[in-house]
């Protein structure tokens, strides 16, 4: 097989070790959220990453099985699952690729969300309230407060059992921190209302995240050797750092065991799970919903099949050396950070929106501010390292999903280099959208809440996808088969990750995130309507199901018979169910 090919096609210019590489963005998605989960599960929150963790790399061994039998597909595994359901469904199969993309393609805003705001705290920084400017300001302007001064009797009134004194200090410090903050930091130039999403808002931190973004491109551009080998000394410039913070407050006594021990949920008073309250297991649940988008996410590993020049090799190496890469930092670093910072720490402002993550992992190793500055370097680092790694699988998503007949035909364009170039043009495009609604805190976790809604659709989607595969499928050669106990344990993962979208998309306060989530992946009805019964005439394109040994006009023999149905429907069910019966505290 040729490792170059022109004519619009993808070019094999990996080996496993180049897909690794671009794969390396995922160990660092753990700090996108590590604050939000903290803030949720209290003290369960290292827990609730391991057990996503472990999950994740038990479902990889389902995926690396599937992922072999298409040495000439791009896209990932959503787009070798979706190959399952083609025989019950045409439109359970393009749900799949759609919803995996509607998952993984929010990456890009929300890196470049976060990223802007640490150049941001780093170019104007808000000076603290116990900084000497701010004192020096309240001292210079105390006489303006009184008593009988409004923005006091508020505060007052606002917080029961304050002296006067109290209030007019609190009132003046903060106004202080107002006027001594940079313009940009509060500029907006258009704030627009979007019902049932939130408001788009385009302000400082959209435009530096959009230059970010096209900065990316403009690397990615370059095709896929390119992108591995940025990757490359990125990660290396990143990871090594990153495992530094999970190991050394180990190794030097700084982990507190009371952040570790007497594990449970807010509101909680004991630690046996049979003692929690319904309010209690919700928590616990929402963790574990969010923390799946991040801990699962090295499936991504698998989307440069078509780029591999040796697939049958190499698909199974890079997916369980990114899975193991991935459960060293998942295990260690939320370890550490809980050990060392405590509930009170992991929930501060700054942790959970992620603007904050750097400068703690300085203090966590002990430096100074020469360290602490380098490390939120890293970070902005660490987050380009994501940002790469899901433009490049996002896109390929995209582009298989035209190849095979699921999403419009322009998608497949492909430059001189190799990169699938519309498809990362609409990537680019629609993630200037999100980032204008994910420009602020609440807008930043809404965003996260429902592409997981997606994640977990995928998830379960293609975990099932395994031993439909055995069943309709088992002739066709596969360079490595995982053993049938953990299709089956995988199998029933799914329907565990069901319950984790039923209890957990409402625990990111947003009640309507699970609904909203749905109606997302609801959007591929017509955009595969159009495709295949508008531009292909009821029929795929030629090529897109050789590898099965089918032909549009004959999509083989329903093998498993009314399996795939029942699973559907009882994964609806488990998700309906989840959601009725798990509420919030309160």
Not at 143 to 158: C, P, S, W
Not at 217 to 222: C, D, L, N, S, T
Request: some cysteine; charged content about 10%; proline content about 4%.
């Amino acid at each position: 097989m040729s490792n170059q090919q022109g004519g619009g096609e993808l070019v094999r210019a990996l080996d496993w070790k180049g897909a690794f590489w671009v794969a390396a963005g995922v160990p660092p998605l753990v700090l996108f959220s590590i604050g939000g989960i903290a803030g949720t599960t209290g003290k369960l929150a290292f827990l609730v990453w391991i057990i996503s963790m472990t999950m994740g790399f038990l479902q990889s061994f389902t995926y690396a099985e599937i992922a072999g039998m298409f040495g000439n597909k791009s896209g990932g595994t959503s787009v070798y699952g979706a190959t399952a359901w083609l025989r019950y469904s045409k439109l359970i199969a393009p749900l799949s690729v759609w919803c995996n993309w509607v998952a993984w393609t929010p990456v890009l805003s929300l890196g470049c969300a976060i990223a802007a705001g640490y150049i941001l705290n780093s170019l104007f920084p808000i000076p603290a309230a116990d900084s000497q400017a701010v004192l020096s300001w309240v001292a210079a302007n105390a006489a303006n407060y009184t008593e009988t001064t409004q923005a006091v009797i508020d505060y007052i009134a606002g917080n029961a059992g304050t002296t006067p004194a109290d209030a007019i200090t609190a009132v003046a410090t903060a106004d202080a921190v107002s006027a001594l903050t940079h313009p940009i930091r509060n500029w907006e130039l258009l704030g627009i209302p979007i019902p049932f999403l939130g408001t788009l808002h385009f302000n400082s931190t959209f435009v530096i995240g959009a230059i970010l973004m096209l900065i990316i491109f403009w690397i990615q551009h370059r095709g896929i050797a390119a992108t591995a080998s940025a990757q490359k000394w990125l990660g290396i410039i990143v990871l090594v750092p990153l495992l530094l913070v999970g190991l050394v407050p180990i190794f030097t006594g700084a982990i507190d065991g009371a952040n570790v021990t007497g594990l449970l949920p807010p509101g909680e008073s004991s630690t046996s799970m049979t003692d929690w309250s319904i309010g209690g297991w919700t928590l616990f649940l929402g963790g574990l919903y969010i923390a799946a988008w991040s801990a699962y996410a090295f499936e991504t590993s698998v989307c440069y099949t078509r780029e591999l020049k040796d697939p049958k090799r190499d698909t199974l190496k890079v997916i369980m050396f990114s899975g193991l890469l991935c459960v060293v930092f998942y295990f260690l670093v939320p370890f550490s950070f809980q050990g060392v910072l405590g509930l009170d720490g992991m929930s501060d402002p700054g942790i959970v929106d992620g603007t904050g993550v750097g400068e703690a992992l300085g203090n966590m190793v002990g430096g100074g501010s020469v360290v602490t500055q380098i490390f939120v370097i890293l970070m902005i680092l660490a987050l380009f390292l994501a940002i790469m790694t899901a433009m490049a699988g996002s896109s390929r998503t995209l582009y298989q999903g035209s190849k095979d007949g699921w999403l419009p035909r322009y998608l497949t364009q492909v430059n001189e280099h190799g990169a699938p170039t519309r498809a990362m043009w609409t990537d680019l495009v629609f993630n200037l959208f999100l980032l204008a609604l994910a420009s602020d805190a609440t807008g930043y976790f809404y965003v996260l809440a429902i592409s997981n809604v997606g994640y977990l659709i995928f998830n379960f989607l293609n975990l099932n996808a395994g031993w439909i595969h055995r069943i309709d499928s088992g002739h066709i050669a596969r360079p490595w088969k995982a053993p049938t106990v953990l299709i089956g344990v995988n199998t029933v993962l799914a329907f565990v990750n069901a319950l984790f979208l039923g209890a957990g998309a409402k625990v990111w306060g947003y009640s309507s995130a699970l609904w909203v989530g749905i109606v997302f992946a609801a959007l591929i009805i017509p955009v595969f309507y159009y495709r295949h019964y508008i531009q292909d005439g009821g029929k795929f394109p030629r090529g897109a199901l050789e590898e099965l040994g089918l032909k549009d006009d004959d999509l083989g023999e329903r093998k498993a018979g009314m399996w795939p149905y029942i699973a559907l429907i009882a994964g609806a069910i488990v998700v309906l169910w989840s959601n009725w019966f798990f509420v919030l505290p309160g």
